[in-house]
């Protein structure tokens, strides 16, 4: 059974910085576009940032220039750098395959408050 396993969240102020880590355990994992999700209270699921197979990323508007996803294949780890915060980024943030067939894992809450 795939497990995701997201890390990192927390509480920061306005402008500071957070870095999510998500585990895969998902033998395919280098051959799997993966992808960062956010839930916030009473909204639907969006797609913040996606990286493929090969490295390439793309990001939601939102997002675009402040938050950088990554990948380590060796450690089955999706990364998101995220920087220059704001309130609005606040939410329980998810990663899942860029088609995300996988089973949801718990999420990480991020909170932007001052």
């Known amino acids: 059974q795939v497990q995701l396993v997201e890390s990192g969240g927390g509480l920061v102020q306005p402008g500071g910085s957070l870095r999510l880590s998500c585990a895969a355990s998902?033998?395919?994992?280098?051959?799997?576009?993966m992808a960062w999700y956010r839930q916030a209270p009473g909204k639907q699921r969006d797609l913040v940032a996606s990286?493929?197979?090969?490295?390439?990323?793309n990001y939601a508007d939102s997002v675009k220039g402040r938050f950088t996803i990554s990948r380590d294949n060796a450690k089955n780890t999706v990364y998101l750098q995220m920087n220059s915060l704001k309130p609005e980024d606040t939410a329980v943030y998810y990663c899942?395959?860029?088609?995300?067939?996988?089973?949801w894992g718990q999420g990480t809450q991020v909170t932007v408050s001052s």
């Open positions: 990286i493929a197979a090969g490295g390439s990323t």
């Open positions: 998902l033998s395919n994992f280098r051959f799997t576009a």
């Open positions: 899942n395959g860029r088609i995300a067939t996988m089973p």
